[in-house]
């Protein structure tokens, strides 16, 4: 006997969504009691606990973040089906991940493009790591996302996205090898794991690590002479400080370096609509 359906999947989505509640009855027209009673319901029927309930406050259970994944998924086609049965174009929306490099001189002529063409579809779009993208990804919090090579994760579905020329930079007239302090973004991120590669041919290891949160931070402390940084040369090329620091050729098989937009399961038509938009893999490279 099912134990679930739709309503039931668009009432815990809201709750989660919402983060609570109160403001998920709101957006349901409902009052808050019938939206605590249905979970609470909906919970006794499945016998797991969707959210750990912490005063007034909601966490999701691993069995929560694991059916969310699932309810995204079911909602998304039961909205396609109605759409193709009305003869409705592509609509709802898209949530995607992206590295900051990516979204930052990649996407945006992109999602330009993909806005005017299709104005019923509203994009959300989260930056990270590549790591931090392939969890947001296995937890169905995103639907797919562009990421770095390498890539875990077997089950994923991808196509190449860009292809990019990674430089070293440190400030000018700094001797490239001599590399103490290292500029980066935390652990997750490709780019740095490059450069440690570099480092580790060369048979030397950074002194210091410096984590920054972003590009134009990164670009600004190598600028200021703090240490050495690998970036793509297309944000470089766009960068407010891009040419006060110097430019320092990789070896060829650290130079370039692939990005690919990865999901899992069938891709929506939203996703299949963005794929399409994605230019020849190799341009201004």
Known sequence: ???????????????????????????????????????????????????RREGRSLTLTEAG??????????L?????????????GVRGTLRLGSMESAAGA????ILSAFHARYPDVTIELQTGTTRAM????????????????????????????????????TAK??????????????HGCSYRQRLFAWLAEEGRSPERILEMSSYHAIVA????????AIVPAEVLDHAVLGTTVARHP??????????????????????????ALLPPVGEGV
Request: hydrophobic share 45%; net charge neutral.
């Open 134 to 169: 392939l969890r947001q990804l296995a937890r169905y919090e995103v639907e797919a996302a562009f990421v770095s090579e390498p890539i875990e994760g077997d089950a994923l579905s991808s196509v190449p996205a860009f292809d990019e020329e990674l430089v070293l930079i």
């Open 221 to 228: 402390c190598v600028a200021a002479g703090t240490g050495a």
């Open 106 to 109: 990649r996407l945006p002529p």
């Open 250 to 275: 990789l070896p060829g098989h650290l130079r370039r370096n692939r990005t690919h937009l990865v999901w899992s399961g069938e891709a929506s038509p939203p996703l299949r609509s963005l794929m």
């Open 1 to 51: 006997m099912r134990t679930m359906d739709l309503d039931d999947l668009h009432i815990f989505r809201s709750v989660v969504r919402e983060g609570g509640v109160t403001r998920a009855a709101s957006l349901l027209n409902r009052v808050p009691s019938n939206v605590t009673t249905r979970i609470k319901q909906f919970e006794e029927r499945l016998g797991v606990a969707l959210f």
């Open 65 to 74: 973040r694991t059916l969310l994944g699932h309810a995204d998924k079911l």
């Open 173 to 186: 007239g700094r001797d490239a090898a001599r590399t103490g302090t290292v500029v980066a973004f935390p």
């Open 76 to 88: 998304t086609l039961a909205d396609l089906a109605e759409r193709e049965l009305r003869g409705g």
